[in-house]
């Protein structure tokens, strides 16, 4: 199993303006991912819309990534976005067929109806007999549609069946990703948070990385905090304030504005976005200035990491 851990970006899928999948453009994103020395990719996340791709454009995004990567890092993927046990079934055992390094399930599809453990340990273990015993698995607490962080319990049984190689860690408490570093230790299963707010003290606590959404606009700087930051804390910390304010910018139309923000990079040619259709920089006022500061600001800090 390859070691999951870093700055593993929550992918974006673009589109063309016709709505159909930007192959070209997503090739232009893998790359630009990669030369910015990430360490692993997600696809077919939350980030990747795939609550609005069809199976198989889940499917196909996933194995197209895992193509254009050609082995350079590690690649993740989900897809995993139905409630009933049978379909859950069907999408998991498609993807687990891409190629791809671990197979994501998403928590709350394991307990659906909010029943608690014994539902969700009752839909693990269907899903556990019926995906292939040598794919890597990992857990994700996507907040949609509904925030299901895992008990102590569920994570160390997930931790110590040697079946799980990492959890994206939406708690947003460093509290918990400390008391969720000790719980996994000495077990395959790495904890990477996903909130920028605690992304630099998590670090120093032992999440193995990071994986929120503003891997899309600067991944390098996340980079160079999780391997160097502790060899300039004083920069560090200063580059982790910078990154928390930045983020922030994530409750103003994402993941559209993350789209903006690489259409005016190059990487691909249309906004277009089927989670969110709003014009969102017309509906929040200044958020193209914000677009520009952040990207001044990650101009910045590339060179003050640099010196």
Excluded at 36 to 65: I, K, N, T
Excluded at 102 to 120: C, E, I, K, Y
Excluded at 258 to 275: M, P
Aim: hydrophobic share 45%; net charge negative.
């Amino acid at each position: 199993m390859k070691n999951i851990e870093g700055i593993v970006p929550v992918m974006l899928t673009p589109f063309t303006a016709r709505n159909e999948i930007d192959y070209p453009g997503l090739a232009r994103l893998i790359d630009w991912y990669l030369q910015r020395g990430v360490d692993a990719l997600f696809a077919v996340c939350q980030s990747s819309e795939m609550q609005f791709l069809s199976l198989a454009e889940r499917v196909e995004l996933a194995r197209f990534v895992v193509q254009r990567v050609d082995g350079r890092v590690p690649v993740i993927a989900s897809g995993h976005i139905s409630d009933a046990l049978e379909q859950q079934i069907e999408e998991l055992q498609a993807m687990a067929q891409t190629g791809i390094d671990a197979l994501v399930l998403v928590t709350n599809h394991l307990d659906p109806q909010r029943q608690g453990s014994a539902a969700f340990f009752a839909t693990l273990d269907s899903l556990l007999a019926a995906l292939p015993a040598s794919m890597p698995l990992g857990l994700y607490e996507c907040p949609a549609p509904y925030r299901r962080l895992l008990s102590d319990e569920e994570l160390s049984y997930c931790a110590n069946s040697g079946r799980f190689v990492v959890l994206k860690d939406v708690s947003c408490d460093l509290p918990t990703v400390t008391r969720r570093v000790a719980l996994t230790a000495g077990t395959p299963l790495n904890i990477i948070n996903a909130n920028a707010a605690i992304a630099w003290p998590a670090m120093q606590a032992g999440s193995k990385g990071f994986s929120g959404v503003f891997t899309n606009f600067h991944p390098e700087l996340y980079h160079w905090l999780y391997h160097h930051g502790a060899q300039r804390p004083e920069l560090a910390q200063e580059l982790a304030t910078f990154l928390s304010l930045a983020a922030v910018t994530e409750t103003l139309g994402y993941p559209k504005n993350a789209k903006i923000y690489h259409q005016r990079l190059g990487t691909f040619d249309s906004e277009l976005c089927r989670v969110n259709q709003d014009d969102v920089l017309e509906k929040f006022w200044g958020l193209g200035v914000l677009l520009d500061q952040i990207r001044s600001g990650t101009g910045f800090y590339q060179q003050k990491i640099a010196g």
